[in-house]
């Protein structure tokens, strides 16, 4: 539960962080960073227009989504405290009731007809296809290295005492950091705010949502970074005492949150056929994770 509270609490503040970050680096000042939010609380409070070429799949799209984004929060732990949902293997579910969600935001945009919303959701499918083997051989990695298979197990259970396994640590941190800039559509070799149809994803997709539904896509988009600075806040908190494992936590959220807005704003762009290849190198950096766990283990030969 407490791990479900703190989430809630840094998806207020972690997209304005971002943009903040993004806003200083070129010199502006940018807007507050409760404004996103703001924003969403807005979209809240109208309608939505729905087009009559659409079918239910696209009214109850939104929902499915924010729904998914909520179920994969409740199984991430925080500290010594599980997640309300904790079992062996939870990461598994972790990984595939968000990909339920992707799937529902993917055919949402192939109802609407459009070829345009059609070529963000190939996009969409492309890039999240390519992140999850990174994100399995990161999981069962240290999976194997602790002996558990819960999300709750595996960090009660890892311990940072040698050079391999701080830099272990330190990879699996940009991964998680990389696997979530992906997942939200934020590439760093992408240019997130553009309208072009050369480099258009997420945001093409949600081009016919309005209204409420539009603020819950906006807003599953804060919960899933703030999900994903949970999960990397979890390798420093360990056994804190609670105090300190919530400032921690906090800390951690605010600096991935400026990273993020960092890693756009000095990232080179690629172009849109080289993306795939970015992402797919994010294995290797998973495949570095599997060797190292090897390493400590003994069993490198």
Not at 247 to 263: D, E, N, P, S
Request: net charge neutral; glycine share 8%; aromatic share 14%.
């Amino acid at each position: 539960m407490l791990s479900l509270v703190l989430i809630l609490l840094a998806s207020l503040f972690f997209t304005g962080i971002i943009i903040r970050a993004k806003s200083l680096v070129s010199g502006r000042k940018g807007p507050g960073i409760f404004q996103p939010m703001k924003d969403v609380i807005r979209l809240w409070k109208k309608g939505s227009v729905f087009s009559r070429t659409t079918s239910f799949i696209f009214q109850i799209a939104p929902s499915v989504y924010f729904a998914s984004v909520l179920m994969a929060i409740l199984v991430v732990p925080f500290g010594k405290a599980p997640g309300l949902i904790s079992f062996q293997g939870d990461f598994v579910f972790f990984a595939y009731v968000l990909a339920l969600g992707k799937f529902f935001s993917i055919i949402s945009a192939l109802d609407t007809g459009s070829s345009f919303e059609g070529m963000g959701a190939s996009r969409e499918a492309l890039f999240s296809m390519l992140v999850e083997p990174a994100f399995f051989i990161m999981m069962g990695s240290f999976a194997m290295l602790t002996g558990q298979s819960s999300f709750h197990d595996i960090f009660i259970s890892l311990h940072f005492g040698s050079q391999i396994s701080y830099a272990l640590g330190v990879l699996a941190t940009f991964l998680l950091i990389m696997i979530a800039m992906i997942e939200n559509s934020r590439m760093p070799v992408d240019d997130p705010k553009t309208h072009l149809e050369l480099t258009m994803v997420h945001e093409v997709m949600i081009l016919d949502n309005s209204g409420f539904d539009l603020g819950l896509i906006l807003y599953a988009t804060n919960l899933k970074f703030a999900m994903y600075g949970a999960l990397i806040a979890n390798f420093f908190v360990g056994a804190l005492p609670l105090a300190w494992a919530v400032l921690v936590f906090f800390a951690v959220q605010v600096v991935f949150a400026m990273l993020a807005g960092l890693l756009e704003s000095f990232s080179a762009r690629f172009r849109m056929n080289h993306n795939a290849e970015f992402i797919y190198t994010l294995t290797s950096l998973s495949l570095l994770i599997f060797f190292g766990v090897l390493l400590l283990m003994g069993k490198f030969i």
